[in-house]
């Protein structure tokens, strides 16, 4: 078996190794990619339950008797005047839903926020606070619905001269230029179990009333509609275990894949000083080579053996002759300028024994001949101890 079909076959073989290397990473790669966003959610069908919340939220205005409005401002008007403005009507509607909850509880408040704002960079969304007041429009409520339906509808009255009395008296006493809002804030928690899971909601909506501006909006927050998902513990504990156990095959099969490719590409990875600078010769050197497959019948040649590479480089040049290179095994390669009867020769890496042996004898075979064409007389010529093929 030569040299040439070991390389061939060991080639082959290296990139089989290195290809389904490769489909492991990719596999690995594409499960992965569709894996790691499933430990953040879990899938609708294994949600025990679901519970929807509708809310909504009113402002009215209301004004002081004047010759301008005779019932208050119009349904129409989207912007109030502030002298003009006596109270503002805040009415609030919230809806819990659950087809299966049981034991739920729930409490809320009103609550209204009077502050003084400072802005220091000139950006509005970034104003300090300067001062503030709190006042419960009304006080926490708690209350039990057993069948899993919750309905809350209350209004407030919100004093919108009172407050906007309050800044204007921190402004004139204190001498300082703040500006002033009103906020009312509606708050809800509700929490129960559905199907044996505790589940805790909290839901707050919001009117923000400007106190300092001649003409000003209600400024109106609220969540309209959301349903949200219970999920049972050992829901949760079996989703994330398959996901944690996928995570693990994941990465080892990609552990093996790089494996894989590591050994299939090792002589390209971790390469030895011979083939990094055989790779080199042939890289730079490429169109003046000549890559044989056996070595050349060099009977009745002589044999000259040249130092470096270089040496050959400079040869190739003068002479104008190709370069042959010729594999003798993994660890060795032989280069040869053949012109007329004379062989230079330079060997790039280590022989093995039995390949040390036979270069002995061609050698001693090329010196013999070249000794007799020169007529020093006939000389006996060692033969070699057996026949061996120069691979």
């Known amino acids: 078996m030569t040299t040439t079909y070991e390389k061939e076959r060991y080639e082959r073989r290296s990139r089989t190794v290195t290809t389904v290397g490769v489909l492991c990473m990719l596999v690995a790669a594409g499960f992965a990619i569709w894996l790691i966003p ?36 119009a349904q129409t008007d989207t912007a109030y005047l502030a002298s003009l403005t006596d109270s503002i009507a805040g009415t609030f509607r919230y809806t819990f839903q659950s087809a299966n909850a ?3 509880s729930y409490t809320y408040d009103v609550k209204s926020t009077v502050r003084g704002t400072y802005t220091l960079t000139g950006k509005e969304d ?22 899993g339906n919750i309905l809350i509808s209350d209004s407030v009255t919100i004093p919108f001269e009172e407050y906007k009395k309050m800044i204007d008296d921190y402004r004139s006493t ?23 899971v505790a589940f805790n909601d909290v839901r707050t909506s919001t009117i923000t009333i400007p106190l300092t501006q001649q003409i000003y909006q209600l400024a109106i927050k609220y969540d309209k509609d959301d349903v949200k998902q219970v999920l049972s513990t050992t829901v949760v504990s079996q989703h994330a275990t398959m996901v944690q156990y996928g995570l693990i095959a994941t990465g080892v099969l990609a ?7 590591i050994v299939g590409q090792r002589r390209r990875i971790f390469k030895t000083p011979y083939r990094a600078e055989l790779d080199r010769i042939y890289r730079y050197h490429d169109g003046i080579i000549i890559r044989a497959k056996e070595l050349p019948d060099l009977s009745g040649k002589r044999l000259v053996p040249v130092k470096s590479f270089d040496d050959m480089l400079n040869l190739e040049e003068e002479l104008k002759v190709p370069i042959v290179s010729c594999e003798v095994n993994e660890e060795a390669t032989r280069f040869m300028i053949i012109r007329d009867d ?46 061996r093929k120069i691979q």
Do not use: M
């Open 38 to 73: 499933q430990r953040y959610k879990a899938t609708a069908d294994s949600a025990d339950s679901n519970y929807r919340i509708e809310q909504t939220l009113k402002g009215a205005v209301g004004y002081r008797d004047n010759s301008f409005y005779d019932n208050g401002p």
């Open 102 to 104: 049981t034991n739920v």
């Open 126 to 147: 970034e104003a300090a606070n300067v001062w503030l007041k709190q006042i419960q429009l009304v006080s926490p409520k708690a209350k039990t619905a057993g069948a």
């Open 174 to 196: 204190l001498q300082v230029p703040v500006n002033g809002e009103a906020i009312v804030t509606f708050t809800v928690r509700a929490r129960g179990e559905i199907d044996g």
């Open 255 to 261: 552990a093996v894949g790089l494996c894989l490719v």
């Open 342 to 387: 004379v062989v230079y020769q330079y060997l790039l890496g280590k022989l093995t024994a039995s390949d040390s042996v036979v270069l002995r004898e061609i050698q001693e075979a090329f010196s013999s001949s070249a000794h007799a064409r020169s007529g020093a007389g006939p000389q006996p010529v060692k033969k070699p101890a057996s026949h």
